[in-house]
């Protein structure tokens, strides 16, 4: 893997009173969408501020594609920045939205392009409105597409579906992963929703009291078998599983993760790897093969049990071959059923239960 | 509950009737101080005609001035919110309304009376008896409704959309006449109508500053000492027709007050 650097913060600190950020040393290469995950309060809009030039640090520098930006003006960054509002200037319209970061020559040479990336991301019949007829999910389209047109070096996001209902946010992500790497470019994705991690994320970083707290690969973080108390509180509350699609007829797709076939609704690439939510409460035991109508019967193995306090409920975690999942059920079912840790015992979802918060093609 | 909610309606009702018959009342009255077949003649008294084109040349440049110089202040009141001494910064922007035009009219006449260093430092200009006084003393006391108009309108304006515009290579002078000051134009000229109209309803300053050549509102001083009242209105008319258009041009101007214009409109047919 020959990634190409394009980001690097070198003992970024930023003091205000009562906190400080930093010193954070992060890397973004080329590709790259780092999902940069943290609690309120964690300093997750400066780090994106101080790269953008809307804040200045008090210490370290930003080098992107090695040359040093820490003191240069925003506006000759060229970085895109999407925030929580979408921001879209009410005087202008849609299309005069869309190009606004563009110069008249940009726009006559660019015009293919923006052309291109309006219909990709589904606003062609959108581009002689005004704005303040749109929806939540048109706005941020819009408000992506006009940092996007711009050849951003990298792109910075901050919650950007924050504000969307349930529905649209998941239809929003799959959409934005795709165009992101369609684009090739770059990306920071700032949020505190542990399935933008999993629907968005190559890398992901986690931000604390202002420090960096752990950066990995999502794949090493999911496969970490010993979770730090912050790690296992962030992720956690669903489980991830991702697979390969080897069939998909009529709203019915069957995956294969390791020796396991699963099926989920709605239809899916044959050949695309897909990635699942399943939360922890849809996934329920039995000890032995049962008949049954849902479609996903894994067997697994208990590695812990964690009860939680007063509420008669328990986390049972399992391993399915590289995956951990956890099944959450009440004490009196495990004391029914005698589940015990290193017990193989087979975990059952119906396929109406995952959400698909990832699709790509390889 | 709902006689008492009834009763509060009732009396919010009365007092704005009172309020508005108390505005409106004198304009109704003003047109029978003259027989109307002589208002015409008299509205075409060449000292009236020449008070008014006085008005209006010297309250555009005024106004003029004051958009070159009170937007950009006012730009720079609404963006530095917590800079030391900006207290009195906005102490000394009201002053000018605060103080009543004669008091401002002889501070004025410090700075640019005849024997100021400022006029001795500049003898071939004449600061007072001629029209640069008068654009003086009504650039002065318009500045207030410039600056606080235009600084509310600044205020109004998301930051945030000046953030995003910079992000997107624009400059702090492109982002401020691409986007600061087109979402801020219903204020600014908001700002500029009444300053211009007050401008030309400026008395006691100019007065102070220039009582020769005279201005519109100096002429309905002087007709009303010699003649009477009779003899002021053709100048009082065209004073209130004059911000009769000044509303108008407001409307037509900006957006909203198109859209209220029409509602109106639409409402009387």
């Known amino acids: ?362 | 509950m709902g006689i008492k909610h009834q009763g509060f309606n009732v009396i919010i009702l009365i007092l704005s009737g009172i309020a508005v018959a108390y505005i409106a009342y004198p304009l109704t009255t003003i047109l029978t101080f003259v027989e109307p077949s002589k208002l015409l003649d008299s509205l075409t008294r060449p000292q009236v005609l020449n008070a008014f084109v006085l008005s209006l040349i010297s309250a555009t440049i005024s106004t003029l001035f004051l958009s070159l110089f009170g937007i950009p202040l006012a730009y720079f009141l609404a963006r530095h919110i917590n800079f030391p001494g900006k207290f009195i910064f906005r102490l000394i922007i009201i002053i000018p309304l605060v103080l009543p035009p004669l008091a401002s009219g002889a501070l004025l006449l410090g700075v640019f009376g005849p024997y100021s260093p400022l006029s001795k430092a500049f003898p071939s200009v004449e600061f007072t008896q001629s029209i640069v006084g008068v654009i003086i003393a009504q650039t002065y006391v318009a500045s207030p409704f410039m600056i606080l108009a235009s600084q509310a309108a600044f205020e109004s304006v998301d930051e945030s959309y000046e953030k995003i515009a910079r992000v997107l290579g624009k400059t702090r002078l492109e982002t401020f006449f691409k986007i600061s000051l087109p979402l801020a134009k219903t204020g600014i000229i908001l700002g500029v109508i009444m300053s211009w109209v007050r401008a030309v309803g400026e008395l006691g300053a100019t007065m102070m500053m220039t009582y020769n050549p005279h201005t519109i509102s100096i002429q309905i001083f002087e007709d009303n000492a010699i003649g009477g009242l009779s003899q002021a209105v053709p100048a009082i008319v065209l004073v209130i027709l004059l911000s009769i258009i000044a509303i108008i041009v407001f409307y037509i101007t900006t957006k909203k007050g198109r859209h209220d214009m029409l509602k109106f409109l639409g409402s009387e047919q």
């Open chain 1, 1 to 362: 893997m020959n990634n190409k650097l394009v980001l690097e913060l070198v003992n970024l600190t930023k003091k205000f009173i009562g906190f400080t950020l930093g010193p954070l040393n992060l890397k973004v290469d080329d590709n790259e969408i780092l999902v940069l995950i943290g609690p309120t309060g964690s300093g997750k809009t400066t780090v994106l501020n101080l790269i953008a030039g809307l804040l200045k640090p008090d210490e370290g520098s930003i080098f992107i594609d090695e040359l040093d930006m820490t003191n240069l003006p925003v506006e000759t960054r060229n970085i895109g920045y999407t925030f929580q509002n979408p921001g879209l200037f009410p005087h202008l319209n849609v299309y005069e939205n869309i190009v606004f970061g563009l110069t008249k020559k940009g726009r006559k040479d660019n015009h293919l392009q923006v052309t291109r990336l309006i219909n990709d991301l589904g606003i062609s019949r959108l581009t002689n409105r005004r704005i303040q007829g749109l929806s939540g999910g048109e706005m941020q389209k819009v408000s992506l597409a006009r940092m996007l047109v711009t050849k951003p070096k990298i792109m910075l996001m901050d919650e950007p579906l924050a504000h969307l209902d349930t529905s649209t946010r998941r239809r929003l992500r799959l959409e934005l992963r795709r165009v992101l790497q369609s684009q090739s470019i770059p990306t920071i994705y700032v949020t505190h929703f542990e399935d933008d991690v999993y629907a968005l994320s190559d890398s992901v970083s986690i931000l604390q009291n202002g420090m960096i707290e752990n950066k990995g690969k999502l794949e090493s973080i999911l496969a970490n078998s010993n979770p730090s108390p912050f790690l296992s509180n962030i992720f956690g509350e669903v489980n991830y599983l991702e697979g390969n699609v080897v069939h998909s007829k009529e709203e019915i797709t069957t995956f294969k993760i390791g020796s396991h076939l699963l099926q989920t609704l709605g239809d899916y690439s044959v050949g695309s790897k897909v990635g699942i939510l399943v939360r922890p409460e849809d996934i329920i035991l039995s000890k032995e093969v049962v008949k049954t109508s849902a479609r996903n019967v894994l067997k697994a193995k208990v590695t812990s049990i964690t009860k939680h306090s007063k509420s008669g409920i328990a986390d049972i975690h399992l391993t399915i071959d590289k995956f951990r999942i956890t099944s959450r059920i009440t004490e009196e079912s495990i004391r029914d059923l005698g589940i015990k840790e290193d017990d193989c015992i087979f975990a059952i979802f119906k396929a109406s239960s995952p959400q698909v918060v990832r699709e790509e093609y390889s």
